[in-house]
Every structure is written in structure tokens, then in C-alpha cells.
């Protein structure tokens, strides 16, 4: 239960730092942390955790980027 009530303080305060941000940085990070999540659960599985998360957020802050980059190109905001 002590676990769950810091991992919900931790996403709040989290949530509140990226309010003053540009798009182009929150889905920049939106992407690294995503990437990160999933790199780190597959390499779980395949036996490194932390190659797996590594690998997996730059290729999330690049894809994040990329998908910002795109949307500018539409002319969305």
C-alpha cells in the first residue's frame, strides 16, 4: 500500500513539471519515457533490464521527436 501511495505522489509531481513545457519537449520525453518503459519490460525478459531500457529511450526520444516534427508539419500545435 506504501508503495502504490509513492508511485501516485511521483506521477503527480511528475505531471505537474512538464506543464510549462513546449510540445516539442513533452513529446520528446513522452516518447523517451515510453521507449524506456517498454525497452526496460523486453529486456527484462530477454535478461538486461537496463541495455533494454537505454536502447529503448533514445530510440523513444527520437521517435518522439520525429512524431513532433510531423505534426508541426501539418500545422498542428
Known amino acids: 500500500m ?3 501511495m509513492v508511485v501516485t505522489v511521483l506521477v ?3 505531471a505537474m513539471g512538464c506543464s510549462g513545457m513546449s510540445y516539442t519537449a513533452q ?3 513522452s516518447g523517451g519515457a515510453i521507449g524506456a518503459a517498454s525497452g526496460a519490460t523486453i529486456g527484462a525478459i530477454a535478461g538486461n533490464a537496463g541495455m533494454g531500457a537505454a536502447i529503448g529511450g533514445g530510440a ?3 521517435g518522439g521527436y520525429l512524431y513532433d516534427q510531423y505534426k508541426k ?3 498542428e500545435p
Open 2 to 4: 506504501r508503495k502504490l
Open 12 to 14: 503527480c509531481f511528475l
Open 27 to 29: 513529446r520528446t520525453l
Open 60 to 62: 523513444g526520444l527520437v
Open 73 to 75: 508539419s501539418r500545422g
